[in-house]
């Protein structure tokens, strides 16, 4: 009776059923649980998202998040609706000082050729044979930005959200060793050297009314963009009216960190060895590195092109900063900057594009979603 | 003014070619290209329109906000 007993155990256990696509799943999930804590990449929710993955690919766990009645089934909607990352761009907003955009607005320009790696990926990606949809959710994590990879993703190609996210995040990490090679082969010693002149201060009223304006306006232009950047600029609004602090503060901090739990948890759970284990999982890495540096690529070009424009008075290093990342792209802009001229100091600078960058990407994002999306 | 000259161009010729492009259902090199194309001249369209207000609305900002002169 006990043996019997114990054999059944051992049988119905997942030992028994553990095949080596889910064990080597398991070490991918141990891998980045290292990058996140030992490397410190994207911790916050590479460490949810390693988990996630653990957690889906322990057999009869049921914690997949396509395991309908599974708990990450349900808490997959806030995914699936796109709910999560536009809570997470509520947050983005109260934290986010568009003081440096608004007193030099041409800097919205570089955050809009950085997004040229997004559309550089999606056509190498629709050559690779992916559908526009699988293309274009591909191209998004050129943008280098989390949130909208994933908004874009679970409404176009939801079986690529495990890769998408994981590429997206890592690379988003590794931005300190992708762009600075990038930008110096594209710019000259003098370039890089340019000192710019202090932007203007920003008075109140137009720190308040700039969230607005951008409001009406994109959604008008782009219905799509919508939750995004309506939700973004909910959260600067809260931050810069001066009368809704403790808003702004939970925006910012407690229910971005509950979102980002769930956010990274369900997201690193779609990632079950059926489907992540196949050669399109290569290809969507490979091709978001190739996003991430075109995108760098075109912000540093048209940073030349205004340099030539202003006569100097521009450095090009700004330009690689548009592609969103806040705000680590501009600190790389930053520490490129004091390289070349120990004098410089950019990131006052580089902040105009880095968050140009982020209403760029979720502009693209829209323009794709409008396309392709059914 | 002179700084938003290219968002003007930029807002105008997007409009222009937005009316007349119409998205392919299967996408080969060309359409890719046209598709890419047309997005990136749509997000520059887009972020060209935010600096246009941007500098309108800082311009009559500033107007109002100039100190009057007096004796």
Same mark, same amino acid.
């Given at each position: 009776?006990?043996?019997?007993?114990? =054999?059944?155990?051992?049988?119905?256990?997942?030992?028994?059923?553990?095949?080596?696509? !889910?064990?080597?799943?398991?070490?991918?999930?141990?891998?980045?649980?290292?990058?996140?804590?030992?490397?410190? +990449?994207?911790?916050? @929710?590479?460490?949810?998202?390693?988990?996630?993955?653990?957690?889906?690919?322990?057999?009869? !766990?049921?914690?997949?998040?396509?395991?309908?009645?599974?708990? +990450?089934?349900?808490?997959?909607?806030?995914?699936?609706?796109?709910?999560?990352?536009?809570?997470?761009?509520?947050?983005?907003?109260?934290?986010?000082? +568009?003081?440096?955009?608004?007193?030099?607005?041409?800097?919205?320009? #570089?955050?809009?050729?950085?997004?040229?790696?997004?559309?550089?990926?999606?056509? %190498?990606?629709?050559? #690779?044979?992916?559908?526009?949809?699988?293309? *274009?959710?591909?191209?998004?994590?050129?943008?280098?930005?989390?949130?909208?990879?994933?908004?874009?993703?679970?409404?176009?190609?939801?079986?690529?959200?495990?890769?998408?996210?994981?590429?997206?995040?890592?690379?988003?990490?590794?931005?300190?060793?992708?762009?600075?090679?990038?930008?110096?082969?594209?710019?000259?010693?003098?370039?890089?050297?340019?000192?710019?002149?202090?932007?203007?201060?920003? *008075?109140?009223?137009?720190?308040? @009314?700039?969230?607005?304006?951008?409001?009406?306006?994109?959604?008008?232009?782009?219905? /799509?963009?919508?939750?995004?950047?309506?939700? &973004?600029?909910?959260?600067?609004?809260?931050?810069? /009216?001066?009368?809704?602090?403790?808003?702004?503060?939970?925006?910012?901090?407690?229910?971005?960190?509950?979102?980002?739990?769930?956010?990274?948890?369900?997201?690193?759970?779609?990632? $079950?060895?059926?489907?992540?284990?196949?050669?399109?999982?290569?290809?969507?890495?490979?091709?978001?590195?190739?996003?991430?540096?075109?995108?760098?690529?075109?912000?540093? #070009?048209?940073? $030349?092109?205004?340099?030539? #424009?202003? $006569?100097?008075?521009?450095?090009?290093?700004?330009?690689?900063?548009? %592609? /969103?990342?806040?705000?680590?792209?501009?600190?790389?802009?930053?520490? =490129?900057?004091?390289?070349?001229?120990?004098?410089?100091?950019?990131?006052?600078?580089?902040?105009?594009?880095?968050?140009?960058?982020?209403?760029?990407?979720?502009?693209?994002?829209?323009?794709?979603?409008? @396309?392709?999306?059914? | 003014?002179?700084?938003?000259?290219?968002?003007?161009?930029?807002? &105008?010729?997007?409009?222009?070619?937005?009316?007349?492009?119409? %998205?392919?259902? $299967? @996408?080969?090199?060309?359409? /890719?290209?046209?598709?890419?194309?047309? *997005?990136?001249? &749509?997000?520059?369209?887009?972020?060209? *329109?935010?600096?246009? %207000?941007?500098?309108?609305?800082?311009?009559?900002?500033?107007?109002?906000?100039?100190?009057?002169?007096?004796?």
């Amino acid at each position: 009776m006990f043996t019997h007993a114990l =054999e059944r155990i051992v049988q119905d256990s997942g030992f028994a059923t553990l095949d080596w696509r !889910s064990a080597i799943m398991l070490v991918v999930a141990g891998i980045l649980i290292y990058f996140a804590i030992a490397k410190k +990449f994207e911790p916050l @929710l590479l460490l949810p998202i390693a988990f996630g993955i653990l957690l889906a690919n322990l057999p009869f !766990s049921t914690m997949g998040s396509y395991d309908e009645g599974g708990l +990450f089934y349900y808490l997959y909607m806030g995914v699936k609706l796109g709910i999560y990352p536009s809570l997470i761009f509520m947050g983005v907003g109260a934290m986010t000082d +568009f003081g440096p955009l608004i007193s030099r607005p041409s800097s919205l320009m #570089l955050g809009a050729a950085a997004q040229f790696g997004i559309f550089f990926a999606f056509t %190498v990606a629709n050559l #690779l044979g992916f559908t526009p949809q699988e293309a *274009s959710s591909i191209g998004i994590i050129g943008g280098a930005d989390g949130p909208t990879a994933i908004f874009t993703t679970a409404r176009l190609a939801p079986h690529l959200l495990g890769p998408i996210a994981i590429a997206a995040y890592s690379y988003m990490a590794l931005i300190p060793m992708i762009q600075p090679p990038i930008m110096r082969a594209l710019t000259t010693k003098k370039e890089r050297e340019v000192v710019m002149t202090m932007p203007r201060q920003v *008075s109140k009223l137009e720190r308040i @009314l700039f969230p607005i304006i951008v409001t009406v306006f994109v959604v008008l232009l782009l219905p /799509s963009t919508a939750p995004l950047i309506g939700m &973004l600029m909910l959260g600067n609004l809260f931050r810069e /009216s001066g009368v809704v602090e403790r808003l702004s503060d939970t925006a910012q901090n407690a229910l971005m960190n509950i979102v980002t739990i769930f956010l990274g948890l369900t997201v690193g759970a779609t990632a $079950k060895a059926d489907t992540f284990l196949a050669v399109e999982t290569l290809q969507v890495i490979a091709l978001g590195l190739v996003a991430f540096a075109f995108g760098t690529v075109g912000g540093v #070009l048209l940073g $030349k092109l205004m340099y030539v #424009l202003t $006569k100097g008075k521009v450095n090009p290093l700004i330009g690689s900063a548009g %592609v /969103s990342a806040v705000p680590m792209a501009a600190r790389v802009s930053q520490i =490129e900057g004091q390289k070349a001229n120990p004098g410089n100091f950019l990131l006052m600078h580089a902040m105009g594009p880095n968050v140009a960058g982020v209403i760029g990407s979720a502009v693209a994002a829209g323009i794709l979603i409008a @396309l392709f999306g059914s | 003014m002179n700084i938003s000259g290219p968002a003007w161009l930029t807002v &105008l010729v997007t409009w222009v070619t937005g009316l007349t492009y119409q %998205v392919p259902q $299967k @996408l080969d090199l060309g359409d /890719s290209l046209a598709v890419t194309a047309f *997005s990136l001249l &749509l997000v520059f369209a887009a972020l060209a *329109s935010i600096w246009l %207000v941007i500098a309108i609305l800082g311009r009559v900002l500033r107007q109002f906000q100039k100190p009057k002169g007096g004796a």
